[in-house]
């Protein structure tokens, strides 16, 4: 068997999907046109909150430029693409009252692009662009009723009316977890609340229920008809034990990684409910503080039966891995850092990037489809996400191809190595785009796009050569054919 540095050369599966993603306030620009409404991350960037007072007002002009999009995708030999639907340019309030027929042309017109070009959608319902009137009116998804996970499934009704006869693969959130943790623990995406040890809980809450009624609106009412499948999408960094000896570090990365992914893998993928050591540490250091009640709130019987088995396949997006060691003492802050009692580094030997706390870690994503594995079951894996920044935009990004190359490598060890159920793989992007806090400064494009002029100009970047190269062999070149034949007596 390889071991785990050596390169692997091989293929991948026969209908291997192979894809590249963006969100669509990263992408899209046409923030206030054709009756689309404001969302929190208009409204967190046009309060200065992003570097360079950045927004995505413009950002790439994808709602001008899907042709251009597409063009770039065929070029590279994509099957599939990943994109997102913005909810207010649907429903401009979040509700079906103001559903906006401008907006739904919109997708038709790129999802019917799309097919011609014989590209896959790939569609999610909600990458972090909610309708500012939902967390003007309920507080978004700090809510503590039914109701914002209620309109999400009703918002997500309508995309599965409207679309569902050319979509058959949905992603209802992205990366729940960065929502709960920096739109409502540390504040520093939209809407910016403030709640590192409490609202940030409420938010994980409301979005695993609201992932859930929408599986369930799908699974019920247009499975059968329209025979696509949903899940979700969740990021994960791989947790390293510090010195793989140390007991200890081994069940702080078990931790660690319970915490990172468990918390929404665990009700989704296994019974409906939190990781055991998460209710457990949660709950103790609220009893500690003398809390009425854990922070991390409890699901009814009835929700964890609502909420096990929501998905048909598992989203990965995965970037990079920390290393973990266990304190030897409880931390009683209010504050989702330190609910683990674990102490996570980056190792200082890793390759940097562009964004500080993306360091190059290629056997990370192995070590993670294993941990999943392992812990979910043999679910259907699709990488929904992986890729690197700089800061400079080289067309000449040799790191670029490095970091794909060797993460790549990695999934195709833990598909012919492992027997881990990978079934496509997605870079993280298509192009250049609105890094979120970071504006344009962190460039994580196949794709350079040059924002200083109107046309949005895209150009190929030598990584997206050397993708195209990739999915042209649908690997690392065939392994050599060996020849069954004596080879000729001299
Ligand atoms: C993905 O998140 C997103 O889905 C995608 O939209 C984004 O463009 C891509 O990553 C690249 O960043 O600045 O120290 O506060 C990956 C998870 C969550 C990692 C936010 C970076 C910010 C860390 N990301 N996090 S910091």
């Given at each position: 068997?390889?071991?785990?540095?050596?390169?692997?050369?091989?293929?991948f599966p026969?209908?291997?999907?192979?894809?590249s993603?963006t969100?669509?306030?990263?992408?899209?620009?046409?923030w206030?046109?054709?009756?689309?409404?404001?969302?929190?991350?208009?409204t967190?960037s046009?309060?200065?909150?992003?570097?360079?007072?950045?927004?995505?007002?413009?950002a790439?002009?994808?709602?001008?430029?899907?042709?251009?999009?597409?063009?770039?995708m065929?070029d590279?030999?994509?099957?599939h693409?990943?994109f997102?639907?913005?909810w207010?340019?649907?429903l401009?309030?979040g509700?079906a009252?103001?559903?906006?027929?401008m907006?739904v042309?919109?997708?038709?017109?790129?999802?019917?692009?799309?097919?011609?070009?014989?590209?896959?959608?790939?569609v999610?319902?909600?990458?972090?662009?909610?309708?500012?009137?939902?967390?003007d009116k309920y507080?978004?998804?700090a809510?503590?009723?039914?109701?914002?996970?209620?309109?999400?499934?009703?918002?997500?009704?309508i995309?599965?009316?409207?679309?569902?006869?050319?979509?058959?693969?949905?992603?209802?959130l992205?990366?729940p977890?960065?929502?709960?943790?920096?739109?409502?623990?540390?504040?520093h995406?939209?809407?910016?609340?403030v709640?590192?040890?409490?609202?940030?809980y409420?938010?994980?809450?409301n979005?695993?229920?609201?992932?859930?009624?929408?599986?369930?609106?799908?699974?019920?009412?247009?499975?059968?008809?329209?025979?696509?499948?949903?899940?979700?999408?969740?990021n994960?960094?791989?947790?390293?034990?510090k010195?793989?000896?140390?007991?200890?570090?081994?069940?702080?990365?078990?931790?660690?990684n319970?915490?990172?992914?468990?918390?929404?893998?665990?009700?989704?993928?296994?019974n409906?409910d939190?990781?055991?050591?998460m209710?457990?540490k949660?709950?103790?250091?609220?009893?500690?503080?003398?809390?009425?009640?854990?922070?991390?709130p409890?699901?009814?019987?009835?929700e964890?039966?609502?909420?096990?088995?929501t998905?048909d396949?598992?989203?990965?997006?995965?970037?990079?891995?920390?290393?973990?060691?266990?304190?030897s003492?409880?931390?009683?802050?209010?504050?989702?850092?330190?609910?683990?009692?674990?102490?996570?580094?980056?190792?200082?030997?890793?390759?940097?990037s562009?964004?500080?706390?993306l360091?190059?870690?290629p056997w990370?994503?192995?070590?993670a489809?294993?941990?999943?594995?392992?812990?979910?079951?043999?679910v259907?894996?699709?990488?929904?996400?992986?890729?690197?920044?700089?800061?400079?935009?080289?067309?000449?990004?040799?790191?670029?191809?490095y970091?794909y190359?060797?993460?790549?490598n990695n999934?195709?060890?833990?598909?012919?190595?492992d027997g881990?159920?990978?079934?496509?793989?997605?870079?993280?992007s298509l192009m250049d785009?609105?890094?979120w806090?970071?504006?344009?400064?962190?460039?994580?494009?196949?794709?350079?796009?040059?924002?200083?002029?109107p046309?949005?100009?895209?150009?190929?970047?030598?990584?997206?050569?050397f993708m195209?190269d990739?999915?042209?062999?649908?690997?690392?070149?065939?392994?050599?054919?060996?020849?069954?034949?004596?080879?000729?007596?001299?």
């Open positions: 068997l390889p071991m785990l540095d050596d390169f692997y050369y091989g293929t026969d209908d291997f999907a192979w894809s993603a969100a669509a306030y990263q992408v899209e620009g046409a206030n046109l054709d009756g689309k409404g404001p969302s929190i991350w208009d967190h046009h309060n200065g909150k992003i570097d360079n007072n950045d927004t995505g007002d413009i790439c002009d994808s709602y001008h430029k899907y042709h251009e999009d597409i063009k770039l065929k590279m030999k994509m099957t693409y990943r997102s639907i913005s207010p340019r649907i401009p309030d509700t009252q103001s559903f906006n027929r907006g042309d919109y997708y038709n017109n790129l999802i019917n692009s799309l097919l011609a070009a014989n590209i896959t959608p790939m999610t319902l909600y990458h972090w662009d909610l309708p500012q009137t939902l967390q507080r978004g998804w809510n503590e009723t039914e109701t914002v996970s209620d309109l999400f499934a009703e918002y997500a009704r995309c599965f009316r409207e679309f569902g006869n050319r979509v058959k693969f949905w992603i209802t992205n990366e977890r960065v929502v709960a943790t920096q739109g409502y623990g540390d504040g995406m939209a809407p910016g609340i709640g590192p040890g409490t609202t940030t409420v938010a994980a809450h979005l695993i229920k609201a992932h859930a009624k929408a599986y369930h609106i799908y699974d019920e009412e247009f499975r059968q008809t329209q025979k696509g499948q949903i899940g979700i999408t969740l994960f960094d791989w947790h390293e034990p010195n793989m000896e140390d007991p200890n570090d081994l069940v702080a990365s078990e931790i660690g319970q915490f990172w992914l468990g918390q929404y893998a665990n009700p989704v993928y296994v409906g939190y990781p055991d050591i209710k457990y949660i709950g103790n250091k609220s009893l500690h503080l003398n809390y009425s009640r854990s922070r991390l409890e699901f009814t019987d009835h964890k039966n609502f909420i096990k088995g998905s396949f598992f989203g990965l997006n995965f970037y990079t891995s920390n290393v973990v060691t266990l304190k003492t409880p931390s009683y802050k209010v504050d989702y850092n330190e609910d683990p009692d674990i102490t996570s580094t980056k190792d200082p030997t890793w390759i940097g562009g964004s500080p706390w360091k190059v870690t990370g994503l192995r070590k489809l294993n941990w999943i594995r392992n812990h979910y079951g043999d259907p894996v699709y990488i929904t996400e992986n890729g690197v920044s700089d800061r400079n935009g080289s067309l000449q990004d040799n790191h670029r191809i970091y190359k060797h993460y790549i999934v195709l060890k833990a598909i012919k190595v881990v159920k990978v079934k496509g793989y997605t870079a993280w785009n609105f890094e806090m970071r504006g344009y400064t962190e460039r994580f494009g196949l794709h350079y796009v040059d924002f200083s002029n046309n949005r100009t895209r150009t190929p970047k030598a990584s997206a050569h195209k990739l999915i042209v062999h649908n690997g690392f070149f065939p392994e050599p054919k060996l020849s069954t034949e004596q080879p000729p007596l001299i």
